[in-house]
């Protein structure tokens, strides 16, 4: 017995190379690891420290006195607490129309349905040809879109590249469900409601994630197709606060509630870390299913 286990421990022993491959990685990821965490450790820093802490130190990493200033004074502006508001009212309800459309064509393209090879052809000549911003822009306006935050949903309402792999996730579904479901009594609407959503939920969640953070992070549209400042989502009032380095006007008139305000660096600091923060606490809920979604559609099984 005592020979048996000093056999078994044997072949399980791994090599030294092995081990000396597996540390390296490990601190070379580590390592990377720690570079891309850095900005986000100097941010957060800078945005709870004092004007003579920041002044005093050339990279903060950790703030000695915490000072809430530069949140205050963020929280205190109409114009940033709205454009949370209106960021967060495109991310929702452009995410569930995004995934209303995408999932319901893609189910539409894997039936037998006339003309459905010209309507495959002209999703793919999307991916690779647009018409462009200029013309985007004309037909914006001349559907009545500009100035909404509608213009921020519909024109992306479904991105080719998703509705291409949710279509091949669909038709990786076996075939005998949609039978079972018709013999039934089910139509094609509640086969595809009770049947394939269900089972599309790693999917969903991917593209769910993908599109959130794209309607949330997108500054351009809103730049473009909104004139009325009081729709600006916060990431075009984040543009104004950071790069054009006008915290102060982008703000409005907020030195007038705080006797001493926090300096313009401390602003930006916390401006960009509460724009930030929504789309890290939501991707924790949704990992479970993007791990498994993310390969969705690489293989037909």
Request: charged share 10%; with cysteine; glycine share 6%.
């Amino acid at each position: 017995m005592l020979e048996k286990f000093k056999r078994s421990s044997t072949a399980i022993r791994r090599p030294v190379s092995s081990i000396a491959f597996d540390l390296i990685n490990l601190l070379l990821l580590g390592g990377i690891g720690a570079v891309m965490l850095l900005p986000f450790v100097y941010i957060f820093a800078v945005s709870f420290s004092s004007l003579h802490e920041y002044m005093a130190s050339d990279l903060l990493l950790w703030p000695k006195e915490w000072v809430l200033d530069a949140y205050r004074y963020i929280f205190a502006s109409d114009s940033f607490v709205r454009s949370l508001g209106v960021t967060t009212f495109v991310t929702v309800m452009g995410t569930l129309v995004n995934l209303l459309f995408t999932s319901a064509m893609a189910y539409g393209l894997t039936r037998r349905l006339p003309g459905q090879s010209f309507m495959l052809f002209m999703v793919l000549f999307t991916i690779l040809f647009s018409a462009g911003m200029i013309p985007t822009y004309l037909t914006i306006r001349a559907t009545g879109l500009l100035d909404s935050l509608w213009a921020l949903i519909i024109p992306s309402a479904i991105a080719p590249f998703n509705l291409i792999v949710m279509r091949q996730f669909f038709l990786s579904i076996p075939e005998e469900l949609n039978e079972a479901a018709f013999i039934d009594g089910a139509n094609e609407l509640q086969t595809f409601a009770r049947v394939i959503l269900p089972l599309s939920k790693p999917a969903l969640a991917t593209f769910c994630l993908f599109y959130a953070v794209g309607h949330w992070n997108n500054y351009f549209a809103g730049i473009l197709y909104l004139n009325d400042q009081t729709k600006w989502p916060i990431q075009v009032v984040l543009r104004q606060i950071v790069v054009l380095n006008d915290p102060m006007n982008s703000l409005g008139a907020v030195e007038m509630i705080m006797e001493n305000p926090p300096p313009p660096e401390t602003i930006q600091m916390a401006a960009i870390l509460v724009a930030t923060l929504p789309i890290l606490i939501v991707y924790p809920f949704l990992q479970k299913h993007f791990a498994k979604g993310v390969m969705i559609g690489s293989i037909k099984g």
